[in-house]
């Protein structure tokens, strides 16, 4: 002890006011020996912890005075006797009594059970349990040629109905299945499959076509493509009953592979991870008892099957007599299709990583999804503020479970019931059935209660290890001195710490595996890939947080001597040889790599990316391109986005490409394949391949009643009038100039399609949009703007929504007017005006392409001439915004007086440098929202 009169050893620092920021120990030396003391911030540290403290300082001082001379300091064990049993024994608590089954027998009990109940639903098919378990015999029979026990099939499909009998019937030859995803990178699929070398590999003819399979497969691996015709004839000819034991090449145990799954290696290659029977169902044990499903349940199915949440999607319902809805391929990135399908399919169980949830509950349609009895997060860490806001939408219990893929899906559990606070970020929970967790200091020693270790695990769940990889076997399943002899545990790399309540709290990672969207990625996998470029001399990727809740992958690279990068050139590779999701959002070229002055990559001075557009590229010079720049900028949080500007380099990632692509479906009604912006990340490049390629067969969606051109939002939603040619996809550049808090729908023509009785008169048409528009929005206030025609449509909207007792938040017509005063503004007669109106721009003739459509919209504008010619309107009681094309109009003449006998209210006039047919140029359009938005505004403040 130096000679001094007191030394303060303190965990963190003094606050600014003087308090203890946590705890503070203070050594005082004194004649009569050594004084200490605790002090604790009392907002931070309970009495009882303070008191834990001083308990452990003094066994330390014991044991020090008991140490002999050549033992380690480090092996003193400091923990309470109660502390070691709670954290060993009492937390772990957890034995409970599982048969031993295997899935298929699961299956087939259940099939015995209810054998007539729906058990498959996807697009419109759907299967009963004993008609999936006659499919999944019959193919199951025929894979039994050259699978079997110990043996592994790989299944090479898209979601599909016909997904889930391939699934059963390799269980059912005994066999593990190895799943992979078709839309990988044909190098990374030859990879997984030369690795797990499978008997055989499953697959379907789409797959085909696409070009991801035949090309890839190791050569000598047969292919059985089920929905051949081929495949068809042999399948009818075998038998459907259950398989037995006789039917396999040795007898089905628990303990044998059920699957084999992939996920990122830290030196490069992907390592399978080899899960048995047994493992999954203690799982499925565990959770049929906490969240018991019934045969009126229906879960979807949305994971992509190469991840291990999709395993319990599948099989939990299967076991219990409910439903598997599969979500179509993509689905899961989709948060609008999610809600809706929830909807359709009456769905009562969903899983969700966090940061999907967060889109999922942002939509409009969320609040509808009351179906829902149960939410499970997992994949990432549940933030508090998320936990929150899902339940402001959806007050039901929200289950967040944590579990790496080595310990069969998820090994801990907490439910977060509504109105219950857990802090900033939801606890882990505690472990399942047959589950022990482990938090041990780098002795593998077991710490107390709020202090940090890594987690270990052990029980019924561990996987048998990597499939070919006994060296990291060994290095990640270890001996477990807590348990029986030859027992292992699982090393998992996460960081964490018991609460008082014996729940488990995430802290970190003590390694560079990070979660991205739920997705497990090693960053020395991406490293790896990146110094394969031969222009790359050295690279980092790390994770950066530089908008709160936005999580990016971004890579730094240092260019090989003599040479310089391509940027473009190095992120075509990596799309080519690495999943999307761990495809940087941003690479950042440096001169060198910084290090700190121990000669280690410095990461905290590695420079925030900049994601700038380029201030000189071209602008939009279509419609198509204008309301592509608008996704664009939208997705990205930006200003505004050029047609040569580059999604990836301005900050785009797997999650918002999803965005990207959903709101291209959504307001251009085109199926944009998400590989496919990749290879053309620009506005230009993506404008291109939608005048190129195939469309989706759309025209009912791009010719919707309700066209949706901004579904997001809290405030009261805009809705746009189309004028007398019936489509309002003119209006798509508002998005961009009316703030993002107010959806905006276009609300078109009926008879654009086909087959409709026309409205007979303004009155009618607009008792039909009133009724288009509750659909969307069941109460007011409402909020309308309408465009020539439109604006009378609007007009008289909003009387018949006064006189059904609603609310009209705000009216904004442009340039329409009372029949009887166009001549005194225009010098023409109503006609003429009507035949400028109804000129169809040459932009929106993309969307209209069929003979037969273009003669629909003929005879659409025909009557909405005609009939806005005979409308007289009546008396509104409100005020009204109108914008005035000022180019065109008779001198003198005022716009605003043709509307003052019919609104009681202020007829405010705000004119546009423009003719009435230019006001839907974008420029024009901007102005008309930046106008829109500031009435918007004064409305608002008014009511």
Same mark, same amino acid.
């Given at each position: %002890?130096?000679?001094?009169?007191?030394?303060?050893?303190?965990?963190?620092?003094?606050?600014?006011?003087?308090?203890?920021?946590?705890?503070?120990?203070?050594?005082?030396?004194?004649?009569?020996?050594?004084?200490?003391?605790?002090?604790?911030?009392?907002?931070?540290?309970?009495?009882?912890?303070?008191?834990?403290?001083?308990?452990?300082?003094?066994?330390?001082?014991?044991?020090?005075?008991?140490?002999?001379?050549?033992?380690?300091?480090?092996?003193?064990?400091?923990?309470?006797?109660?502390?070691?049993?709670?954290?060993?024994?009492?937390?772990?608590?957890?034995?409970?009594?599982?048969?031993?089954?295997?899935?298929?027998?699961?299956?087939?009990?259940?099939?015995?059970?209810?054998?007539?109940?729906?058990?498959?639903?996807?697009?419109?098919?759907?299967?009963?349990?004993?008609?999936?378990?006659?499919?999944?015999?019959?193919?199951?029979?025929?894979?039994?040629?050259?699978?079997?026990?110990?043996?592994?099939?790989? #299944?090479?499909?898209? !979601?599909?109905?016909?997904?889930?009998?391939?699934?059963?019937?390799?269980?059912?030859?005994?066999?593990?299945?190895?799943?992979?995803?078709?839309?990988?990178?044909?190098?990374?699929?030859?990879?997984?499959?030369?690795?797990?070398?499978?008997?055989?590999?499953?697959?379907?003819?789409?797959?085909?076509?696409?070009?991801?399979?035949?090309?890839?497969?190791?050569?000598?691996?047969?292919?059985?493509?089920?929905?051949?015709?081929?495949?068809?004839?042999?399948?009818?000819?075998?038998?459907?009953?259950?398989?037995?034991?006789?039917? !396999?090449?040795?007898?089905?145990?628990?303990?044998?592979?059920?699957?084999?799954?992939?996920?990122?290696?830290?030196?490069?290659?992907?390592?399978?991870?080899?899960?048995?029977?047994?493992?999954?169902?203690?799982?499925?044990?565990?959770?049929?008892?906490?969240?018991?499903?019934?045969?009126?349940?229906?879960?979807?199915?949305?994971?992509?099957?190469?991840?291990?949440?999709?395993?319990?999607?599948?099989?939990?319902?299967?076991?219990?007599?409910?439903? &598997?809805?599969?979500?179509?391929?993509?689905?899961?990135?989709?948060?609008?299709?999610?809600?809706?399908?929830?909807?359709?399919?009456?769905?009562?169980?969903?899983?969700?990583?966090?940061?999907?949830?967060?889109?999922?509950?942002?939509?409009?349609?969320?609040?509808?999804?009351?179906?829902? !009895?149960?939410?499970?997060?997992?994949?990432?860490?549940?933030?508090?503020?998320?936990?929150?806001?899902?339940?402001?939408?959806?007050?039901?219990?929200?289950?967040?479970?944590?579990?790496?893929?080595?310990?069969?899906?998820?090994?801990?559990?907490?439910?977060?019931?509504?109105?219950?606070?857990?802090?900033?970020?939801?606890? %882990?929970?505690?472990?399942?059935?047959?589950?022990?967790?482990?938090?041990?200091?780098?002795?593998?020693?077991?710490?107390?209660?709020?202090?940090?270790?890594?987690?270990?695990?052990?029980?019924?769940?561990?996987?048998?290890?990597?499939?070919?990889?006994?060296?990291?076997?060994?290095?990640?399943?270890?001996?477990?001195?807590?348990?029986?002899?030859?027992?292992?545990?699982?090393?998992?790399?996460?960081?964490?710490?018991?609460?008082?309540?014996?729940?488990?709290?995430?802290?970190?990672?003590?390694?560079?595996?990070?979660?991205?969207?739920?997705?497990?990625?090693?960053?020395?996998?991406?490293?790896?890939?990146?110094?394969?470029?031969?222009?790359?001399?050295?690279?980092?990727?790390?994770?950066?947080?530089?908008?709160?809740?936005?999580?990016?992958?971004?890579?730094?690279?240092?260019?090989?001597?003599?040479?310089?990068?391509?940027?473009?050139? #190095?992120?075509?590779?990596?799309?080519?040889?690495?999943?999307?999701?761990?495809?940087?959002?941003?690479?950042?070229?440096?001169?060198?790599?910084?290090?700190?002055?121990?000669?280690?990559?410095?990461?905290?001075?590695?420079?925030?990316?900049?994601?700038?557009?380029?201030?000189?590229?071209?602008?939009?010079?279509?419609?198509?391109?204008?309301?592509?720049?608008?996704?664009?900028?939208?997705?990205?949080?930006?200003?505004?986005?050029?047609?040569?500007?580059?999604?990836?380099?301005?900050?785009?990632?797997?999650?918002?490409?999803?965005?990207?692509?959903?709101?291209?479906?959504?307001?251009?009604?085109?199926?944009?394949?998400?590989?496919?912006?990749?290879?053309?990340?620009?506005?230009?490049?993506?404008?291109?391949?939608?005048?190129?390629?195939?469309?989706?067969?759309?025209?009912?969606?791009?010719?919707?009643?309700?066209?949706?051109?901004?579904?997001?939002?809290?405030?009261?939603?805009?809705?746009?009038?189309?004028?007398?040619?019936?489509?309002?996809?003119?209006?798509?550049?508002?998005?961009?100039?009316?703030?993002?808090?107010?959806?905006?729908?276009?609300?078109?023509?009926?008879?654009?399609?086909?087959?409709?009785?026309?409205?007979?008169?303004?009155?009618?048409?607009?008792?039909?949009?009133?009724?288009?528009?509750?659909?969307?929005?069941?109460?007011?206030?409402?909020?309308?703007?309408?465009?020539?025609?439109?604006?009378?449509?609007?007009?008289?909207?909003?009387?018949?929504?006064?006189?059904?007792?609603? #609310?009209?938040?705000?009216?904004?017509?442009?340039?329409?007017?009372?029949?009887?005063?166009?001549?005194?503004?225009?010098?023409?007669?109503?006609?003429?005006?009507?035949?400028?109106?109804?000129?169809?721009?040459?932009?929106?003739?993309?969307?209209?392409?069929?003979?037969?459509?273009?003669?629909?919209?003929?005879?659409?504008?025909?009557?909405?001439?005609?009939?806005?010619?005979?409308?007289?309107?009546?008396?509104?009681?409100?005020?009204?915004?109108?914008?005035?094309?000022?180019?065109?109009?008779?001198?003198?003449?005022?716009?605003?007086?043709?509307?003052?006998?019919?609104?009681?209210?202020?007829?405010?006039?705000?004119?546009?440098?423009?003719?009435?047919?230019?006001?839907?140029?974008?420029?024009?359009?901007?102005? &008309?929202?930046?106008?829109?938005?500031?009435?918007?505004?004064?409305?608002?403040?008014? !009511?």
């Amino acid at each position: %002890m130096p000679r001094f009169g007191r030394c303060e050893t303190t965990s963190r620092t003094y606050l600014a006011n003087g308090e203890v920021d946590d705890l503070m120990v203070v050594f005082y030396e004194r004649a009569d020996g050594l004084r200490v003391d605790f002090v604790a911030n009392p907002a931070l540290c309970t009495e009882e912890e303070n008191t834990a403290h001083h308990e452990r300082f003094l066994r330390l001082i014991t044991a020090l005075a008991r140490l002999e001379p050549d033992a380690l300091i480090e092996e003193l064990d400091v923990i309470t006797p109660q502390e070691r049993t709670d954290v060993l024994e009492r937390w772990n608590d957890t034995a409970r009594e599982v048969p031993e089954a295997t899935l298929p027998e699961l299956f087939e009990g259940q099939v015995a059970r209810t054998p007539d109940a729906e058990a498959v639903v996807f697009e419109g098919a759907r299967l009963t349990y004993a008609e999936l378990n006659e499919r999944a015999n019959r193919l199951a029979r025929l894979l039994s040629h050259g699978a079997g026990p110990e043996g592994r099939v790989g #299944v090479l499909m898209e !979601r599909s109905a016909d997904l889930v009998p391939v699934l059963l019937a390799v269980l059912k030859t005994g066999a593990a299945y190895v799943p992979v995803d078709p839309s990988y990178p044909a190098d990374r699929i030859a990879y997984l499959l030369d690795d797990a070398k499978p008997a055989l590999v499953v697959t379907a003819a789409a797959v085909g076509t696409a070009g991801a399979s035949g090309d890839v497969l190791p050569t000598g691996v047969p292919r059985l493509t089920v929905d051949d015709p081929g495949t068809f004839a042999v399948l009818e000819t075998l038998d459907g009953h259950n398989l037995s034991d006789t039917d !396999r090449p040795t007898a089905l145990a628990s303990s044998h592979p059920a699957y084999v799954i992939y996920t990122s290696g830290s030196t490069g290659r992907p390592k399978g991870v080899v899960v048995s029977h047994a493992g999954v169902v203690n799982r499925l044990a565990w959770i049929r008892d906490v969240y018991r499903l019934t045969p009126e349940d229906r879960v979807v199915q949305k994971t992509p099957f190469g991840f291990d949440i999709s395993v319990w999607e599948f099989f939990w319902p299967l076991s219990e007599g409910a439903t &598997v809805v599969l979500a179509r391929p993509g689905g899961h990135r989709d948060p609008e299709y999610l809600a809706e399908l929830v909807q359709r399919e009456r769905v009562t169980v969903a899983h969700f990583v966090p940061s999907m949830l967060q889109l999922f509950i942002a939509e409009r349609t969320a609040r509808n999804c009351t179906s829902l !009895r149960t939410v499970v997060c997992s994949g990432e860490a549940l933030p508090g503020v998320l936990r929150d806001r899902f339940h402001a939408v959806l007050p039901i219990p929200l289950h967040n479970l944590y579990g790496p893929t080595e310990a069969s899906i998820e090994v801990t559990a907490f439910t977060c019931e509504p109105g219950t606070d857990t802090g900033d970020f939801v606890p %882990m929970g505690r472990p399942v059935w047959n589950t022990r967790t482990y938090v041990l200091d780098a002795g593998l020693r077991p710490v107390p209660a709020g202090v940090t270790g890594e987690l270990y695990l052990a029980g019924a769940q561990l996987a048998r290890g990597y499939l070919g990889r006994p060296g990291l076997t060994a290095e990640r399943f270890v001996a477990n001195p807590f348990g029986a002899p030859d027992e292992r545990m699982y090393r998992t790399g996460d960081l964490v710490r018991w609460n008082a309540g014996g729940e488990l709290e995430f802290v970190g990672r003590a390694d560079d595996q990070v979660k991205i969207r739920g997705f497990r990625i090693e960053l020395g996998e991406i490293e790896t890939a990146l110094q394969s470029h031969p222009a790359v001399g050295r690279a980092a990727v790390l994770v950066r947080e530089d908008r709160p809740g936005d999580k990016r992958l971004v890579a730094y690279l240092v260019a090989a001597a003599g040479t310089q990068v391509d940027i473009t050139a #190095v992120r075509t590779r990596l799309a080519g040889t690495l999943p999307e999701h761990m495809v940087p959002s941003a690479i950042v070229p440096l001169d060198v790599l910084p290090l700190t002055v121990n000669g280690k990559l410095d990461r905290k001075a590695l420079p925030a990316p900049e994601y700038a557009t380029d201030a000189t590229g071209r602008g939009p010079s279509s419609m198509r391109e204008v309301i592509l720049c608008e996704i664009f900028a939208d997705v990205l949080g930006l200003p505004t986005v050029g047609v040569d500007d580059n999604f990836f380099e301005l900050g785009g990632h797997s999650l918002l490409a999803t965005r990207l692509t959903s709101q291209i479906r959504t307001r251009l009604g085109f199926d944009v394949p998400l590989r496919a912006l990749f290879g053309t990340p620009t506005v230009a490049g993506l404008d291109n391949s939608l005048a190129e390629g195939p469309r989706l067969a759309r025209s009912e969606e791009a010719l919707a009643r309700i066209l949706p051109i901004r579904t997001r939002g809290t405030s009261s939603p805009v809705f746009c009038i189309h004028p007398a040619t019936g489509v309002s996809w003119g209006f798509s550049p508002l998005a961009a100039s009316i703030p993002a808090d107010y959806p905006l729908y276009g609300v078109q023509a009926q008879g654009l399609t086909g087959g409709e009785e026309l409205p007979q008169s303004i009155r009618e048409m607009a008792a039909d949009y009133v009724e288009q528009i509750r659909s969307v929005q069941p109460t007011g206030p409402y909020q309308l703007l309408g465009y020539s025609l439109g604006g009378a449509v609007a007009h008289e909207m909003a009387l018949q929504l006064q006189e059904a007792g609603d #609310v009209v938040g705000a009216i904004v017509i442009m340039d329409s007017y009372p029949a009887d005063r166009i001549p005194a503004l225009f010098g023409l007669d109503a006609l003429a005006l009507d035949a400028q109106d109804g000129l169809l721009p040459a932009e929106w003739e993309q969307f209209i392409l069929r003979d037969d459509e273009k003669a629909f919209n003929l005879r659409v504008l025909e009557n909405s001439s005609a009939i806005v010619r005979a409308h007289i309107p009546r008396a509104y009681e409100g005020d009204v915004l109108l914008i005035v094309a000022a180019a065109g109009k008779v001198e003198g003449s005022n716009p605003a007086e043709a509307w003052a006998p019919y609104v009681t209210g202020e007829v405010r006039a705000e004119s546009l440098p423009c003719s009435h047919e230019e006001m839907t140029r974008p420029d024009m359009l901007t102005l &008309v929202g930046e106008l829109t938005s500031k009435w918007l505004s004064e409305c608002r403040r008014r !009511r």
